[in-house]
C-alpha cells in the first residue's frame, strides 16, 4: 500500500502521560500537514511541512504539542501532559507541491483518561 | 460563525432519491474548493474538487458561486452506498484546508 500511514491507529493514555503519533506520507510527496477531528466537527488544521521545515501552526497547537519531520519523510507529532480534552482523531495528509490534492492517512484515535 | 457552514441533516432518502447538499464559506480569499466524504471512523477522501464553471463526475454534480461564496453538490439517483458524511472544504494559502463539519446522509433501500 502506498498511501498515507499513520500509527498507532489507536491510542488509550491516562490524562498527564505523553503520547507520540507517527505519519508515513505519500513517498513522493513534500508536504505533510496535520489535522484534529473531534466528534461532529469536520478536521481542523494543526501545522504543516515542506519537506523538513515547519512552515505554520495553527493557534489550536498550544505549547504541550510538537511536530517534527527531520529528514523530509515520516513526522511526528508529540503530546505532552495530555488532557481529556485532547482527545480526537489525529490526522495526516500529504500532498505533492503547494496546491496538490491532499491525501489523509487512517488516522490515530486518541483517547485520555 | 465559522468559516464552512453546512447543513449537518442527517438527510435521510431512499434509493434513487436526489439530493442536495449546500454550504457557504466566508472568507472571500479562498482559493480552490472541494468535496471530500468521510465513512464512519474513516479518513476523509477526495470526492471532487468545486469550479466557477460547475463540474460532473457520475452522478455527482457541484457547483461555486464566488460572488454568493456558496458551494452544492448534488447526487442523482442515490445508491446506499453513499452514505457517508460530506464535508465541504476550502482551500486557503499554503494549501491549509478549512472543513465544514460535515451533512450525513442516509440512503435507505
Request: aromatic share 12%; charged share 25%; hydrophobic share 30%.
Amino acid at each position: 500500500d502506498t498511501g498515507v500511514s499513520q500509527d498507532p491507529r489507536h491510542k488509550i493514555t491516562k490524562r498527564g502521560q505523553n503520547v507520540t503519533f507517527r505519519c508515513d506520507p505519500i513517498s513522493e510527496h513534500n508536504r505533510l500537514y496535520w489535522y484534529r477531528q473531534t466528534l461532529g466537527q469536520g478536521p481542523e488544521f494543526l501545522t504543516y511541512f515542506q519537506n523538513e521545515a515547519q512552515l505554520e501552526k495553527s493557534r489550536l497547537l498550544s505549547d504541550r504539542f510538537s511536530a517534527e519531520r527531520p529528514k523530509g519523510s515520516f513526522s511526528t507529532l508529540e503530546i505532552q501532559r495530555t488532557e481529556q480534552g485532547d482527545s480526537a482523531m489525529y490526522l495526516c495528509a500529504s500532498s505533492f507541491a503547494e496546491m496538490g490534492t491532499q491525501y489523509f492517512g487512517p488516522g490515530t484515535r486518541l483517547t485520555v483518561l | 460563525r465559522k468559516e464552512v457552514e453546512q447543513d449537518p441533516g442527517p438527510f435521510n432518502v431512499p434509493e434513487g432519491a436526489t439530493v442536495a447538499f449546500n454550504c457557504t464559506y466566508s472568507n472571500s480569499a479562498s482559493q480552490s474548493f472541494f468535496w471530500y466524504r468521510q465513512d464512519c471512523r474513516k479518513e476523509p477522501k477526495l470526492l471532487m474538487s468545486v469550479y466557477s464553471s460547475g463540474n460532473e463526475d457520475g452522478r455527482f454534480t457541484a457547483q461555486l458561486n464566488r460572488a454568493s461564496q456558496y458551494i452544492s453538490l448534488l447526487i442523482r439517483d442515490s445508491k446506499l452506498s453513499d452514505s457517508a458524511t460530506y464535508l465541504c472544504v476550502v482551500n486557503r494559502i499554503g494549501n491549509k484546508l478549512v472543513f465544514g463539519a460535515g451533512t450525513i446522509l442516509r440512503v435507505k433501500s
